[in-house]
């Protein structure tokens, strides 16, 4: 598995209650699911984020 970088995350008890039910409705950890949604949301805002040592797409 590839390093990760760990830090504390503050969420309302409101926020955590949805992300916990979604993570759970599709299978995954709670942890799983917020990388999900952010990567979501960077490639609705046109980033791409890509993982070290792997090569962009030639199109």
Do not use: Y
């Not at 995350?9 to 709670?30: G, N, T």
């Amino acid at each position: 598995m590839a390093d990760k970088k760990s830090f504390p995350l503050r969420l309302p008890p409101e926020l955590h209650d949805e992300l916990q039910r979604l993570a759970a409705a599709e299978l995954r950890s709670v942890n799983a699911q917020i990388e999900i949604l952010l990567r979501e949301g960077l490639k609705k805002r046109g980033i791409e984020i890509r993982r070290k040592g792997s090569e962009p797409d030639s199109d």
